[in-house]
Each structure stands twice: as structure tokens, then as C-alpha cells.
């Protein structure tokens, strides 16, 4: 007895605790080593952009001009820049008003209705995802502009023509609809069936049922939905771009600041009241998210969707109605990239595609988008994971993982022109070692990781919390290396998880355009960047038709991401089946 306390107060671990103790520091100085470099590249990707813009913003301006909340005085006495301000937020608002129900009503036939064709409305609806937000604008001009096949209908419903707030507002009502519509069939997927079987026992209607059930238990759904869509149009630049005219927004105001006046100060003023709403609204949804209850309860019967003659003929009417919609504006964008002379001579030629890609060069900004999207897809979700995974598995560091938390839902919240716009500030300032990278693809790779940052995070910490930590414990007590635990067991239960944010981040880069309009060179424009250039220069054909290989390459590349995801969970997702 004496001996054996003797051994213990003299400080001595069994040789089974020395020798994890031993096993376990090298892996305590990695996971330290790697929160360090996760902390320090989201300072450099987000951080100091951010804080270079605001800087600029409050900085003394030249010939005796007032800094700080002067300027921003300035800007609010600016009639002009008010009114932008001003129609950026009334637009935003009536996008939000017709999408949000339009997404119900959407993601309400895909899941709680008997309609037939729920597997192809549901790749319909997601198009527009896969094509720059251009595409949109463009197929509008051909459809209801000056020389389009309904430019009647416009003076007919009081307009003067489809450019201007009605092709804004038409235009990102399509663009942002699929982002509304994931969130509205998440909120919708899952129901407790006792519910409704308590109200049709005491009567309740169907009516009464979905505002009384259905609309209560979505209600955060929806909240959110209006928030992400009134972000996105408030700091959208391509569409107000290509079909605005003269109607001025916020977005435009940043471009034609730094772009065509070389203002960056008044610039970034106006970067940082873009920024404020994208704040706000972030702010609102968190509040909403933590307010939230489980739909499902350990309890709960999983609603099962029953036929009824009545809804399932207006769900069928809405949903294919919206895809028809969908589906004719891609149609008429591909039309127009075939057709030789729009409105004259409508006979189909392949021209556009070749004066695109060879005598407009936009070839080259085609394969530059391709290396990129491709680099994101491969470094994104490897700097996610290591993110995910060290704040998630590993121990350490506790006042640094909040910080690193907030940082990694930061981008949600920052604009694609404001995020680019700090890039400017910081990596071209002229004391900054990193100076090199400025105009580069490395540089525009990281702009893009950083912009989409948040959404994968997101998505790999649900996948990393579902994993049980009694994996690493028995690991540890088994005396076996972190890193085959994390090779052998987290990594394949997290690959579909994986390859969907790295599918994610490939789509978003081949057709992210706002985040990287700052940051190109001659020799590094990319394909959305380049279709810009054509809109600019009336070349309008080939530009559809550069819209329209980029959503190819992005739906190709779409299937092949299925296919290698099929094939993966059949040799490494066994364990899901029974």
C-alpha cells in the first residue's frame, strides 16, 4: 500500500497513461498548429479585407474633403446616391414579397402533395443555380426588350420598357428563387403525422389545417428564406448591370465608384451601406434560429403525403407552371445563342459560339474559370473540413475556437462586392508582402473560398456532430493513431457530405462574377466576368451563348459529381444500408 502510493505522489504514470500521454501530445501541437493556421487565414481572407475597407471608408479624403461620418453625410445629401439606396431596398423587398410564397407554394407540391414528376420538377428548379445570374437578364432583353417576342405585353401592363426596376425585379425573382425554394423543402421535408390526425378528428379543415399546422411549423423556414433573398438582390451586381438601364442601385453605384470614376473612398462608403443590410438580416436570422423548436419529436410519426383531387391540381398547376417559366428562359437564351440574326434572320448558326470563344478571346477566360472552379473545388472543401474537423474533434485552444466559430459564419454576411472590394484595399496596398498575389488566380481562388466559406462549414459540422465521439475516445484507448481514425472512420462517413461542397463550390465558382469583378487581370478575366464584357459591347448572342456553356459545363459537371457520388457511397457507405 505504502509502495504503491509512494509511486503515485512521486509523479509516475502507469506505462498504459505514458505511453498515450506520449501518443497524444503530437497530435494535441497538430491540431494546435492547424487552429493557428485556420485563424490566420481567415484573418488574410476575411478579416483584414474587411478591416482595410473600413478604413478607407473613414480615412481623410484628398483636397481638404472631411473624413469618417462626414462623408457618409455627404452621401445621404447626395440625391442621386440616395435614390439608389432607396431603390435597392424597395426592389429587395418585392422580389422577397413574390418569391417567398412562390417557394412555398414550390417546395408545398414537392412534399406534401401526390403530384407525379416531383424528382423533375426538383432538377428544374435548381437551373438556375448552375448559370450566371446574367443568364437570366438576357433571356428577359430577348423575350420582352425592344426587339423581343413580347416587347408588347410590357407597354401593355403600363411600363415603358422590360430595362429598368421590371426586368430587376423579373430577373432575380428567377435567380433567386432556387436559394429560397432549398430552404422552403428543408421546412417542409419533415411533419409530425399525429397532428394532423388530431385535427381532422376535431374537424379542422384542409384550409384550417395548413394555417393553423403546416404554416406555424415553416414559419422559421419562411423567415429565413425572406432574409436570403432580400441579401442576395440588395448585393447583386450582374443582373441590375445588364438589364437595369438607367436605374441605379446600390451594387452598380460600388462598380461605376471604383471601376469608372476611380472614387475607391466614396466606394467604399457605399460598400460598407451594402454591407449593412447583409448585417442585418444576418443578425434577424440568427435570433429567428435560436427561437427554433424540432419539428420532430422522439415521439413523432413521420408525416406521410396523401393524395386529394383538389390540392394535388393546384400543386400540379403551380409546380409546372414555375417550371415552364424556368425552362423557357433557358430555352430562349439557348435559342438566341443559335439563332444568326435576332429578330431578322432566325435561322440557327453556330457563329456565336465561335466569335464568343475565338474572336472575343473568351476562350481563355472560359478555361480560367474552369482553374479556378476546379481549385475551389479541391481547396475549399479540404480548408473546410481541417476547419470543421479541428473545431469539432480535437481539444485546446478553448479562447480561440469562439473567435474561429464567428469568423467561419462571418461570409454569410459579407456581400460578393464588398468582400472584393476590401481585397483591393489590403492585398494592393503597397506595403503589404502580399502585394504578389494581387490580379492573380491564386488570389481569386481564396476570394472565392472565402465567399462560400460559410455554407460548407455549415454543412461539414452537421456531418461532423452526427459522428458519435466515442469513435476518437475508443480510438485513443485503443492506442491508435488520430489520423487512421480520421482516414478510416470520419472521412468515409463524411464523404457525401465532402463531395456535395466540393460539387458546391465548383458551381459557385464557374459562376460567382460580384466577388471577383475587382480582382482580374487581362490574362486572368474569367467566363461570367467575359459575358459581362460582350453585354457591355452589344454583343448580346454571344454573350448568351457564353451563358449557356457555362451552365453546361456546369450541369456536366453536376452529373458527374452524382455519378462519382453514386459510385462512392456504394463502396464506402455500406454501413447506411441494412
Known sequence: MTSSTTTLNSGAAPSGMRSAGIRTAPADRMAHL??????????????????????????????????????????????????????SVWVSLLVTVFVVPLAFGFAYAITRSGIRGKGVLRSISLLPLLAPSLLSAISLIYWFGNQGVFKGVVQTLGFDSIYGAPGIVLAQC?????????????????????????????????????????????????VSAALVVFTLVITDFGIPKVIGGNFNMLATDVFKLVIGQQDFQRGAVVALLLLLPAVITYLIDRQVQKKQTSVLTARAVVLQPTRHAATDRTCAVLAWGMAALMLAMFGMAIFASLVQFWPYQLGLTLSHYTSGLVDAGVDTAIFNSLTMAVSAAIVGPVVVFAGAYLLEKTKGMNAVRPVLRL????????????????????????????????????????????????????????????????FEAVSASLKVPFYRTLLKVTLPMCLPALLEVSRYFFVAAMTTISAVVFLYSPDTRLGAVAILNLDEAGDMAAAAAMAVMIAAISCVVTVLYQVAGWWLTRKTQAWRRR
Not at 54 to 75: D, M, V
Not at 453 to 470: N, P, S
Open 34 to 87: 492547424g487552429l493557428f493556421l485556420l485563424t490566420a487565414l481567415l484573418v488574410v481572407g476575411l478579416l483584414a479585407p474587411l478591416a482595410a475597407l473600413l478604413s478607407h471608408a473613414f480615412a481623410p479624403g484628398q483636397n481638404g474633403e472631411g473624413a469618417g461620418l462626414a462623408r457618409f453625410i455627404r452621401y445621404f445629401q447626395s440625391p442621386a446616391l440616395l435614390r439608389s439606396l432607396w431603390n
Open 174 to 222: 428567377f435567380a433567386t428563387f432556387p436559394h429560397a425554394l432549398m430552404i422552403m423543402v428543408t421546412a417542409l421535408a419533415v411533419g409530425d403525422q399525429r397532428l394532423y390526425e388530431a385535427a381532422t378528428a376535431l374537424g379542422a379543415s384542409r384550409t384550417r389545417q395548413f394555417f393553423t399546422v403546416t404554416l406555424p411549423a415553416a414559419r422559421y423556414g419562411v
Open 407 to 470: 469568423l467561419a459564419m462571418v461570409p454569410m454576411a459579407v456581400p460578393g462586392l464588398v468582400l472584393g472590394l476590401g481585397y483591393i484595399f489590403f492585398f494592393n496596398a503597397p506595403g503589404n508582402p502580399l502585394n504578389v498575389l494581387y490580379q492573380t488566380m491564386p488570389l481569386m481562388v481564396l476570394c472565392t473560398v472565402m465567399h462560400y466559406y460559410t455554407t460548407g462549414h455549415m454543412t461539414l459540422v452537421t456531418a461532423l456532430k452526427a459522428i458519435d465521439g466515442e
